[in-house]
């Protein structure tokens, strides 16, 4: 079924009995060419990409509980390309490209809105690395604004920008970022990916694999055995687990990151905002919530909440920032695990075992990355040669001292 | 959370910093045969399972003694804590025999 203005009309005038659910739900057939394991954004977006761009058949997705029910339905709904160094960046831009004709592509609407991000500046320091890191985004192809002070407070007079600690002395605005709809995202893909013939299989956790002589030939789930010719894990926030079962640790350690809503307002914030002084971000969703994040708690959890310390520390950060929002009632909060690298960036590549491919340690940056991350693991599973944005991301990098570290803060998860 | 200090009692888990899991306590030496990848897998590789965790929290602003927290991290339930240096101590007494 097509979607269309035209067919919202149609179905209104005949009691919307015409629409039909967005996928199938296949029980899992006994064998298949490609078994993606994690049925969340990545994993859905991995086989939409090898049934669409790579014309690849026989392909399963295999989901431990209901579709999108993992960090794909805990995210902050920010998309972004602003990043600083050559192995990240073309990834992200890679990324925002596909964000850009995504709705089309799916024939789903993602509520994709490009209504910008403002990272602000509070030093001349600051401003410094500022106009580095927007410099890295324009050799990408990426967009970046640099904005002095006045520009700011054109865009958001509200902020306090004579706070005596941080005062806000500018902003790298990327016009082109903004949020989408995570939820949506996800059933895009899946509608997308089952269109084309992937099966889709939910309540089916895989308890192993099976791998004989260094090589993969299937899954043992909860549902029974499937043979697979190649298997990619894609569940991030359990890596660590589902990789185990393949007898291999990770360079990753799983953390919790909390976010939080409002109670919804009046349309107040237009983009997306980044505190530069200390770990705080904020938009503003379209039913008028203001959504927004910090840091970590910062130890091992595989537990889907936090502890009050962060909230705290994300309030204190949001009245430094914007006292008003002192006024807004907090209307829930929740907790996502997430796969925290060594390095702060992801790992999309081959493992030793053969035919078993592993994307995970997407760290708190995984919902942007969505649509380059199924492309350039479906790439890598259809291909077996790395898609070129995303070369870098190497299982190996960390042995071999090629690290993508950001933030430059060495090999201590909960720092990136 | 609160975190069962050996000599202070309970403290505010703010009051630490994490470090992560306690098999860090055992640096590899670097004079053995293999030491590079044995270094590599100890800097970068992980055992991050999903229940009982040993881990290494840093009492910063309170004796800034290193504790060995043994904790659940499915539940954040904490079942015990002892003083790092008591832990390497006892494991190098046990090495030693």
Same mark, same amino acid.
């Given at each position: 079924m097509k979607y269309s203005g035209f067919r919202v009309v149609a179905e209104a005038l005949f009691g919307h009995k015409g629409w039909k659910p967005l996928w199938r739900d296949p029980d899992p057939k006994p064998a298949y060419d490609?078994?993606?394991?994690? $049925? +969340? $954004?990545?994993?859905?977006?991995?086989? &939409? &990409?090898?049934?669409?761009?790579?014309?690849?058949? %026989?392909?399963? *997705?295999?989901?431990? %509980?209901?579709?999108?029910?993992?960090?794909?339905?805990?995210?902050?709904?920010?998309? %972004?390309?602003? &990043?600083l160094l050559p192995g990240n960046e073309p990834f992200y831009e890679f990324s925002m490209k596909l964000w850009e004709g995504l709705e089309q592509d799916l024939n789903f609407n993602a509520m994709v809105s490009q209504r910008g991000i403002l990272n602000l500046i509070h030093s001349d320091a600051q401003r410094d690395a500022y106009r580095r890191r927007g410099n890295a985004m324009l050799l990408a192809g990426a967009d970046a604004q640099l904005l002095d002070r006045e520009a700011v407070r054109r865009m958001y007079p509200y902020l306090n920008f004579d706070n005596a600690r941080f005062p806000i002395k500018g902003g790298l605005l990327q016009a082109r970022a903004g949020t989408a709809r995570h939820d949506g995202v996800a059933w895009g893909y899946a509608r997308g990916a089952d269109l084309r013939g992937v099966?889709?299989?939910?309540?089916?956790? @895989?308890? $192993?694999?099976?791998?004989?002589? $260094?090589?993969? *030939? +299937?899954?043992?789930?909860?549902?029974g055995p499937i043979k697979?010719?190649?298997?990619?894990?894609?569940?991030?926030?359990?890596?660590?687990?589902?990789?185990?079962?393949?007898?291999?640790?990770?360079?990753?350690e799983?953390?919790?990151?909390?976010?939080? @809503?409002?109670?919804?307002?009046k349309p107040t914030i237009n983009g997306v905002i980044t505190f530069g002084a200390g770990h705080f971000y904020i938009s503003q969703s379209d039913k008028g919530g203001l959504v927004f994040g910090g840091d970590l708690d910062g130890y091992n959890t595989y537990a889907q909440r936090g502890n009050l310390p962060v909230v705290e520390d994300v309030a204190r950060c949001g009245m430094a920032l914007m006292p008003a929002i002192g006024r807004a009632r907090l209307l829930r909060n929740w907790g996502g695990i997430m796969d925290m690298s060594m390095d702060g960036s992801p790992i999309i590549d081959r493992t030793p075992i053969e035919g078993l491919y592993f994307n995970g340690g997407w760290c708190y940056g995984g919902f942007k990355a969505t649509p380059a991350s199924g492309y350039a693991f479906a790439h890598l599973l259809s291909t077996d040669a790395p898609h070129p944005t995303a070369a870098a991301y190497r299982l190996d990098r960390f042995a071999r001292g090629y690290l993508i570290d950001e933030k430059g803060a060495g090999a201590q998860p909960n720092l990136h | 959370?609160?975190?069962?200090?050996?000599?202070?009692?309970?403290?505010?888990?703010?009051?630490?910093?994490?470090?992560?899991?306690? =098999?860090?306590?055992?640096?590899? =030496?670097? =004079?053995?045969?293999?030491?590079?990848?044995?270094?590599?897998?100890?800097?970068?590789?992980?055992?991050?399972?999903?229940g009982v965790h040993r881990e290494l929290w840093f009492h910063e602003a309170g004796d800034r003694s290193w504790i060995v927290v043994t904790r659940n991290t499915l539940t954040h339930e904490i079942l015990d804590a002892q003083l790092a240096r008591d832990v390497a101590l006892a494991s190098a007494a046990e090495a030693g025999e």
């Amino acid at each position: 079924m097509k979607y269309s203005g035209f067919r919202v009309v149609a179905e209104a005038l005949f009691g919307h009995k015409g629409w039909k659910p967005l996928w199938r739900d296949p029980d899992p057939k006994p064998a298949y060419d490609f078994v993606i394991v994690g $049925g +969340g $954004g990545h994993g859905l977006a991995t086989a &939409y &990409y090898l049934a669409k761009t790579f014309a690849e058949k %026989r392909i399963a *997705v295999l989901e431990k %509980r209901w579709l999108g029910s993992g960090n794909i339905g805990r995210n902050t709904t920010i998309i %972004r390309s602003n &990043y600083l160094l050559p192995g990240n960046e073309p990834f992200y831009e890679f990324s925002m490209k596909l964000w850009e004709g995504l709705e089309q592509d799916l024939n789903f609407n993602a509520m994709v809105s490009q209504r910008g991000i403002l990272n602000l500046i509070h030093s001349d320091a600051q401003r410094d690395a500022y106009r580095r890191r927007g410099n890295a985004m324009l050799l990408a192809g990426a967009d970046a604004q640099l904005l002095d002070r006045e520009a700011v407070r054109r865009m958001y007079p509200y902020l306090n920008f004579d706070n005596a600690r941080f005062p806000i002395k500018g902003g790298l605005l990327q016009a082109r970022a903004g949020t989408a709809r995570h939820d949506g995202v996800a059933w895009g893909y899946a509608r997308g990916a089952d269109l084309r013939g992937v099966d889709i299989i939910q309540n089916c956790e @895989v308890t $192993g694999f099976q791998i004989e002589g $260094g090589k993969v *030939v +299937g899954v043992e789930t909860s549902r029974g055995p499937i043979k697979a010719k190649k298997c990619g894990v894609c569940v991030a926030g359990s890596s660590s687990r589902v990789m185990e079962k393949a007898g291999m640790r990770l360079p990753i350690e799983s953390h919790v990151i909390q976010a939080f @809503v409002s109670e919804g307002l009046k349309p107040t914030i237009n983009g997306v905002i980044t505190f530069g002084a200390g770990h705080f971000y904020i938009s503003q969703s379209d039913k008028g919530g203001l959504v927004f994040g910090g840091d970590l708690d910062g130890y091992n959890t595989y537990a889907q909440r936090g502890n009050l310390p962060v909230v705290e520390d994300v309030a204190r950060c949001g009245m430094a920032l914007m006292p008003a929002i002192g006024r807004a009632r907090l209307l829930r909060n929740w907790g996502g695990i997430m796969d925290m690298s060594m390095d702060g960036s992801p790992i999309i590549d081959r493992t030793p075992i053969e035919g078993l491919y592993f994307n995970g340690g997407w760290c708190y940056g995984g919902f942007k990355a969505t649509p380059a991350s199924g492309y350039a693991f479906a790439h890598l599973l259809s291909t077996d040669a790395p898609h070129p944005t995303a070369a870098a991301y190497r299982l190996d990098r960390f042995a071999r001292g090629y690290l993508i570290d950001e933030k430059g803060a060495g090999a201590q998860p909960n720092l990136h | 959370m609160l975190i069962p200090h050996p000599l202070l009692g309970p403290r505010d888990a703010e009051e630490f910093t994490y470090m992560g899991d306690a =098999s860090l306590i055992a640096r590899p =030496s670097a =004079s053995d045969p293999g030491a590079e990848q044995a270094f590599s897998d100890y800097v970068y590789l992980r055992d991050n399972p999903a229940g009982v965790h040993r881990e290494l929290w840093f009492h910063e602003a309170g004796d800034r003694s290193w504790i060995v927290v043994t904790r659940n991290t499915l539940t954040h339930e904490i079942l015990d804590a002892q003083l790092a240096r008591d832990v390497a101590l006892a494991s190098a007494a046990e090495a030693g025999e």
